[in-house]
């Protein structure tokens, strides 16, 4: 497995702000996924984070109000734009250490409240 | 339908009895499958994986998978209070991006 740390590990915002959340594995890893898991709720894929290119969204996620950086293979970055209260989850960072693992690990998460 | 289904529970169980969990998938051509715990307030935690029909044992947890039926389940021998978490069941679905889907996911509360 890897070892994943997130920054920050929780914070409470004003509506109408941003906040970056920061991922960090310590080692270089094949892929690197932002999920959101809403209070109650499973876990929702945002998107892949890919290196060297524009991560790849899915359905209902979109790069103005999440954009995503991934500079490295061990580094990558959401960051929540223009919140709203409706954004208050918990954000998630996942890795695949190596295709031929085919298994995700996460990190532990960033406690997001919006007022 | 959901891509991957689960009984949200909660499951009851008694200390030292085996818990059952169980999800289905809609995916035919999905070929990995895996179960995380979730503790109240903490990240998911790998708990098994399973590729090939059959069982899967690992310590006191057993997965099982029945692609014919899309169907995979988890059973916990012993239960122990310290089991009690939510039992997320994720499949990785065979189309686009083979993106990780998951269950809603199953509380489990072991009693002593």
């Known amino acids: 497995s890897a070892v994943i740390s997130q920054k920050p590990s929780r914070d409470i915002c004003q509506r109408g702000t941003s906040l970056t959340i920061q991922c960090q594995v310590d080692?270089?890893?094949?892929?690197m996924f932002w999920y959101r898991q809403q209070p109650g709720q499973s876990l929702t894929l945002i998107a892949t984070?890919?290196?060297?290119?524009?991560?790849?969204?899915e359905s209902g996620f979109v790069i103005d109000k999440f954009p995503i950086s991934r500079p490295n293979l061990t580094f990558s970055t959401l960051t929540v734009s223009n919140m709203s209260p409706e954004d208050s989850s918990i954000y998630l960072c996942?890795?695949?250490?190596?295709?031929?693992?085919?298994?995700?690990?996460f990190g532990p998460g960033t406690r997001l409240t919006v007022l | 339908q959901k891509e991957v289904e689960q009984n949200s529970g909660p499951l009851s169980v008694p200390e030292g009895a085996i818990a059952s969990l169980n999800c289905t998938y809609s995916?035919?051509?999905?070929?990995?499958f895996f179960w995380y715990r979730q503790y109240s307030g903490k990240s998911p935690e790998l708990i098994m994986s399973?590729?090939?029909?059959g069982d899967k044992e690992d310590g006191r947890f057993t997965a099982q998978l029945n692609k014919a039926s899309q169907y995979v389940s988890l059973l916990i021998r012993d239960s122990q209070p310290s089991d009690s978490a939510t039992y997320l069941c994720?499949?990785?679905?065979?189309?686009?991006?083979?993106?990780?889907?998951f269950g809603t996911g199953t509380r489990l509360l072991v009693s002593p």
């Open positions: 995916d035919r051509g999905s070929q990995s």
């Open positions: 996942s890795v695949e250490p190596a295709r031929s693992t085919d298994t995700q690990y």
């Open positions: 080692s270089q890893v094949t892929m």
């Open positions: 994720a499949v990785k679905m065979n189309t686009g991006f083979q993106k990780l889907v």
């Open positions: 984070a890919n290196q060297g290119s524009e991560a790849t969204y």
């Open positions: 399973i590729y090939s029909n």
